[in-house]
Nanobody, 124 residues
Framework: VQLQASGGGLVQTGGSLRLSCVAS????????IGWFRQAPGKEREGVSY????????VYAESVKGRFTISRDNAKNTVYLLMNSLRPEDTAVYYC??????????????????WGQGTLVTVSS
């Protein structure tokens, strides 16, 4: 499966963006799609995950209540709606797939098919 992330951009503090992750290629109908981010000089961190099977979700503490992950299986697309954005949300955001089901914060080592990343910049 190939993943393509899009939707990043420049937004002011408090603004919103919606990221999209479109899957193509081989069928991927069981497992997890995760959103990760990596800020300059920092390690990649998990932001949110969603089960392709039942839609169950997991969020990092830093984004709970502000970000919402959702899926549209008919469109092979996973979304990340980001509200109340803060400067510390600035990063390149990636989506990736795993055959595992969501279970807390998941290590990025179990994910494959990383998309190319989309840059989110939040100005203060």
């Amino acid at each position: 499966v190939q993943l393509q992330a899009s939707g990043g951009g420049l937004v002011q503090t408090g603004g919103s963006l919606r990221l999209s992750c479109v899957a193509s290629g081989s069928t991927f109908n069981s497992g997890t799609i995760g959103w990760f981010r990596q800020a300059p000089g920092k390690e990649r961190e998990g932001v949110s995950y969603i089960s392709i099977n039942d839609g169950s979700t997991v969020y990092a503490e830093s984004v709970k209540g502000r970000f919402t992950i959702s899926r549209d299986n008919a469109k092979n697309t996973v979304y990340l709606l980001m509200n109340s954005l803060r400067p510390e949300d600035t990063a390149v955001y990636y989506c990736a797939a795993s055959t595992a089901q969501p279970a807390g914060i998941m290590p990025y080592g179990i994910f494959f098919s990383w998309g190319q990343g989309t840059l989110v910049t939040v100005s203060s």
